[in-house]
Each structure stands twice: as structure tokens, then as C-alpha cells.
């Protein structure tokens, strides 16, 4: 079974910055894919950014420039920068995690419970 545990999140004023953390833990052989994700009270999850094991990264066109993603693959975490927040970035934030555990071929999807950002004006 895997874990991924989320920390992080608060208020903070627009133009403010926020680091998030998430750190999995479990019975892990390899992680393949890392991001992060968000959703906005009444809309849906939206893909924030992703980040390989060859640290490759893709953002959404709405942070690009703003944020930034990270991870330390012998640790296991990911990380997500965000800078210049706006009160539209306002979401809970959630770690998500392609991981292949022990034993097994394919990996398998996980997600963390999320982390509440809020964004004044």
C-alpha cells in the first residue's frame, strides 16, 4: 500500500508565495510520474504540473512561469513551488503519483487527500 501525504497549504495574500510538499511512503519499488493537481470549489480537478523521473515537467498554461515543480527521487517527495499567486490559484491542491510497488509490473494511480490553498485580494 502506498501513501502520499500532502503538507503546505494556507492563506496567503495575492502576489504571495506557497510551497507545497508531498512525500510518499509504502512498499515502493519505483515512482514513474509526479504532479500535482487542483480543484476549485464547483469545478473540476485540473492538472497543475508533472514532473517525471527524468525530470522532465509539464504546467497547465495558467501557472507556467509562476510555478514550479520538484522532486527528490531518492526521498520520494515532489515538490511545488508557487509563486506570484493570484486568488484564481485559490484550490485544494492534491499529490498525485504513477507508483510501481513491490512485486508488481504495472504501477498504479495514487493520490494524497489534498491541501487547501487560499488566495486573498
Known amino acids: 500500500q502506498v501513501q502520499l501525504v500532502e503538507s503546505g497549504g494556507g492563506l496567503v495574500q495575492a502576489g504571495g508565495s506557497l510551497r507545497l510538499s508531498c512525500a510518499a511512503t509504502g512498499s515502493i519499488f519505483s515512482i514513474d510520474v509526479m504532479g500535482w493537481y487542483r480543484q476549485a470549489p464547483g469545478k473540476q480537478r485540473e492538472l497543475v504540473a508533472l514532473?517525471?523521473?527524468?525530470?522532465?515537467?509539464n504546467y497547465a498554461d495558467s501557472v507556467k512561469g509562476r510555478f514550479t515543480i520538484s522532486r527528490d527521487n531518492a526521498k520520494n517527495t515532489v515538490a511545488l513551488q508557487m509563486n506570484s499567486l493570484k486568488p484564481e490559484d485559490t484550490a485544494v491542491y492534491y499529490c498525485?503519483?504513477?507508483?510501481?510497488?513491490?512485486?508488481?509490473?504495472?504501477?498504479?494511480?495514487?493520490w494524497g487527500k489534498g491541501t487547501l490553498v487560499t488566495v486573498s485580494s
Open positions: 498525485n503519483a504513477v507508483v510501481r510497488t513491490t512485486g508488481n509490473y504495472y504501477g498504479a494511480n495514487y
Open positions: 514532473i517525471t523521473s527524468g525530470d522532465n515537467t
